[in-house]
């Protein structure tokens, strides 16, 4: 007898019926599973929703009184005729890829995830599954990431010769996660770390919640910037050329995203500095994540869709497209 | 190769000019004189011969990464550039090369014309032990095509403040033909200047725009005018009984414009004119598109050469009896041209091009309206005590172009920009109504901020009708304010008309796409309105 699917990829968002849950869906539902809280993925508007403890106190700062219930990675819940658990995916702190189990049958929704540990966010997990669904922002074999320690370095690098130069350093980046990987990644030796408010909300809650980062000042409207010589700045991208700078006097701008290993991007972004890093999989951490799912039907979503499903079927796997309404700039994506 | 590496990585980091030229000058002061000397021919637009395709670049490529190659042709689009897209798929190197770039070079100088065996074994060893910063370069190398955002100038600067010769006198040396396996760093850069070689142009002198009306450049009479001519600029020299024609971008184009020889018969050896080189009908400049039959063809047939002759009109003369004139004044350089020139009979394919005269500057506004009329752009300004500059110099010569046609279009196709752009798309099809049907007419892609361009891009994503490949037919209902220098009947195109240099120049989000110019708009401009 046909069964239903575990998952079904509707105008909404990805479905559950046998559950009666969504997850990460776009418009408002009665039931929503979010793996972690960048505005694409966890939105306002709907009734109720399940997350990781840890990227709780995030959802509820950035989506305010929301009906939250909270789940601890690796614990099974039952919802409807559907066991659902959370597993770390490496992504931002707290991220998760969600694994659904329907009557044998195991579907693994991985949100965003990477691969290689980052020192803040909880290790990516294999998780075996019948099928994967997975992201494919940097789907292309011409995304392999430099070595992090390589990239702190020429971080620290920019900061003290910025300095040495006159130049405040301003380092744009996300304001969940980016953020705080490279907080880590700095060395507080060298100066006293600023930043900005929409950074600084996000910060003060992971610091909260008891991930190690260094102290950071925030900028109001009273900061006075020669108070704190040698400093480097961390941005939102939009703060990045806005009058909010200015304050900063001569700046070295920077950035630092996955986009920033295409030299085109690089220059279209028209930054002083552009450093390698992502909390996304790159094209070696997408292949992996899919063998070692172990998965016999690979669903791809949110990037190189085309591309990268069309090299898995040359490998011999059973690979679709994620149907999907995104339409966004996929470089403007993190 | 690593030091140049990291010079490239550290022009190409920065943004800031004085950054640009205190890295090139510390690279001139420590490298290799071989290397520093490749450097030189190579931010100068010298390219070595092509040792291998680009086909047979993505092939081994391919192979070497281990990847299907239609793989290797997908990402090809969103890096832009292909030598960089090899550079980021080939898997890690197993060790690093210490060769240097003059090395490198030469392997690929003595791969030229080899088996494919051996080329392909030479080109994967070469992979294997480079980094992705030295493969992105070495694969430039090998394709030849390297545009690094050094402008000759900033070159210049650098090599003046890394030996402390004089900026203007380098840019003379490094002009015409020269290659480093011909000369030295000792020949080109230090030696006292005397045996140059015969061909060799001087650096031609540019001018800037003038964005308002001259009143502001202060009395008339310390002006003169001419006509900015719709051709291409040369320099005709005569020295040892030979002719060389150079074109500004430093290209050697003597083949191209054999008329111009004859100049040897009218004029004595050891002079070099600056003009501008047109189609002629013997009284007058034929339309552009009679010069466009010449430009490209490196040999001419005789029956092109006598539907479209061309000639030199001269406006400017740099060398005289062997003597370097660039440093008297132009009214004086001028009054030798005259001279030169004058009394030659209608056949000699030199000329004077005219000076406008003019009493007060309204005067010369209302001659430039007729600008087009003559086959003109606009008119040029030259200061009367101005010397021949090197490279462009604020202040002493302007061109004053008339204003662009303009139309309002339909955006219809959209396709992604390269390079700086590969993730945008800024490559757009433009159309005017014909009837009820959009015919397109032009292709654009400058002229918006990178702000438009994104905002477009995420419309163009919803709202496309059809993929063609890389190209996206999208909803009609954008509309542009499209500018372009000049208009012709053209039977190759749909629309029946081609533009010049057409440009975006604003997005015009107050039209809706019914009220967008018509055909008929544009062909009403194809004859010049009479005199
Ligand atoms: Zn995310
Ligand atoms: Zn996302």
Known sequence: MARDPVLEFTERGIYCPAGGFYVDPWHPVDRALITHGHADHARPGHSRYLSTTGAAPILRQRLGDIMLETVSYGARLRIGDALVSFHPAGHVPGSAQIRIEVAGEIWVVSGDYKTVPDGLSEPFEPVRCHSFITESTFGLPVFRWPDPAEVARDLNDWWRDSVAAGRTPVLGAYALGKAQRLLSMLDPGIGPLLTHGAIETATSVLRAQGYSLPPTVAVTPETDPRAHGGALVLAPPSALGSAWMRRFGPVSTGFASGWMMLRGVRRRRAMDRGFVLSDHADWPGLNTAVKESGAEKIFVTHGYTEVFTQWLRSRGLDADIVPTRFTGDEAQVE | ?531
């Not at chain 2, 008339?402 to 590969?422: E, N, S």
């Not at chain 2, 533009?499 to 009220?515: G, I, S, T, V, Y």
Request: aromatic residues 10%; hydrophobic residues 45%; proline residues 7%.
């Open chain 2, 1 to 531: 190769m690593i030091r140049f590496a990291h010079l490239f990585e550290a022009l190409d980091q920065s943004t800031r000019t004085t950054d640009k030229v205190n890295a090139l000058a510390a690279y001139f002061a420590e490298a290799e004189p071989l290397d520093r000397l490749w450097t030189v021919a190579l931010f100068s637009g010298r390219r070595p011969r092509r040792a291998v395709t680009t086909t047979e670049l993505r092939n081994w490529a391919a192979e070497a990464a281990a990847l299907p190659l239609w793989l290797v042709e997908e990402s090809y689009p969103v890096v832009g550039d292909l030598a960089e897209t090899i550079a980021l798929i080939l898997p890690p190197p197993d060790r690093l090369s210490r060769r240097s770039l003059s090395g490198w070079m030469a392997l690929l100088r003595d791969l030229a014309g080899q088996p494919e065996a051996a080329r392909r074994a030479a080109i994967l060893q070469a992979w294997a032990e480079l980094d992705t910063a030295q493969r992105f370069l070495f694969n430039k190398l090998v394709t030849g095509g390297f545009r690094v955002g050094v402008s000759q100038k900033l070159m210049t600067r650098a090599l003046a403040q890394a030996t402390g010769h004089d900026a203007a006198e380098l840019a003379h040396r490094l002009m015409g033909s020269w290659s480093p396996e011909m000369t030295s760093w000792e020949r080109l850069i230090e030696a006292e200047d005397g045996g140059a070689d015969a061909s060799r142009p001087y650096p031609f002198c540019l001018a800037h725009p003038l964005e308002s009306a001259p009143d502001d450049l202060g009395p008339p009479q310390d002006w003169r005018a001419e006509w900015k001519w719709d051709g291409i600029r040369g320099q005709l020299i005569l020295r040892e009984g030979r002719h060389f024609v150079w074109s500004r971008g430093e290209e050697l184009m003597t083949d191209r414009f054999p008329e111009l020889a004859r100049a040897l018969d009218f004029l004595p050896p050891g002079t070099v004119l600056d003009g501008e080189i047109l189609a002629w009908d013997g009284i007058a400049p034929l339309p552009f598109a009679a010069l466009q039959r010449r430009i490209g063809r490196k040999s001419v047939p005789k029956k092109l050469l006598a539907e479209a002759p061309v000639i030199l009109l001269a406006y400017d003369l740099l060398e005289w009896q062997g003597r370097d004139l660039r440093s008297a004044p132009f009214v004086q350089r001028r009054a030798l041209l005259d001279r030169a020139l004058s009394g030659l009979p209608p056949d000699a394919p030199v000329r004077p091009s005219p000076l406008v005269g003019f009493d007060d500057w309204q005067a010369l506004a209302d001659i430039r309206t007729e600008a087009r009329n003559r086959q003109a752009e606009g008119l040029m300004l030259k200061r009367v005590a101005s010397p021949y500059h090197a490279g462009r110099k604020k202040g002493d010569w302007w061109k004053w172009k008339l204003d662009p046609h303009t139309v309002d279009a339909v955006m219809i196709y959209a396709q992604a920009g390269h390079g700086r752009r590969a993730t945008l798309y800024t490559d757009f099809t433009f159309a005017v109504w014909d009837g009820d049907a959009l015919v397109p007419f032009a292709k654009a892609y400058s002229g918006l901020t990178d702000a438009e361009f994104r905002e477009i891009t995420a419309w163009v994503r919803s709202n496309t009708l059809q993929r063609f490949g890389p190209v996206r037919q999208v909803k009609p209902e954008l509309v542009f304010e499209i500018a372009f220098e000049g208009i012709q009947q053209s039977p190759r195109h749909k629309s029946g008309i081609a533009l010049r240099f057409p440009r975006m120049l604003r997005w015009r989000r107050d039209k809706p796409a019914a009220e967008a110019n018509r055909l008929e708009d544009l062909k009403q401009l194809l004859d010049p309105p009479g005199t």
